[in-house]
């Protein structure tokens, strides 16, 4: 199972870390996505990291904000998230698959397993 947590109340421009922990597996050898959703609006991509931590790949909006990371030991991935404005508010779910083919990294239905969402609200 994945737990994501870490989200919570921000002022715009502050910064939030999210992380998605594994229990009863390794997310070594994983992809791991970020997705998000806000109300009324369709899940969307956010960021992922490749199986092997080598590659990582952020949806244009995000870009040189975020950043994704992996601390094996910890079986945790992190989504450091910098400079949030009020569009970035969404509940952020976190993903995992052993099996994702890089070039569909971006789809939610390349990733068999999921944790529950963390809300991250940005707001003055």
């Known amino acids: 199972q994945l737990q994501a947590s870490g989200g919570g109340l921000v002022q715009p421009g502050d910064s939030l870390r999210l992380s998605c922990v594994a229990s009863?597996?390794?997310?070594?050898?994983?992809?791991v996505g970020w997705f998000r959703q806000a109300p009324g609006k369709e899940q969307e991509f956010v960021a992922a990291?490749?199986?092997?931590?080598?590659?990582?790949s952020y949806a244009d909006s995000v870009k040189g904000r975020f950043t994704i990371s992996r601390v094996n030991a910890e079986n945790t991935v992190y989504l450091q998230m910098n400079d949030l404005k009020p569009e970035d508010a969404a509940v952020y779910s976190c993903?995992?698959?052993?099996?994702?083919?890089?070039?569909?990294?971006?789809?939610?239905?390349?990733?068999?397993?999921w944790g529950q969402g963390t809300l991250v609200t940005v707001s003055s």
């Open positions: 993903a995992a698959d052993n099996r994702i083919i890089w070039s569909s990294r971006a789809s939610a239905s390349s990733y068999d397993y």
């Open positions: 990291l490749s199986r092997t931590g080598g590659a990582a």
């Open positions: 009863g597996r390794t997310l070594r050898g994983y992809g």
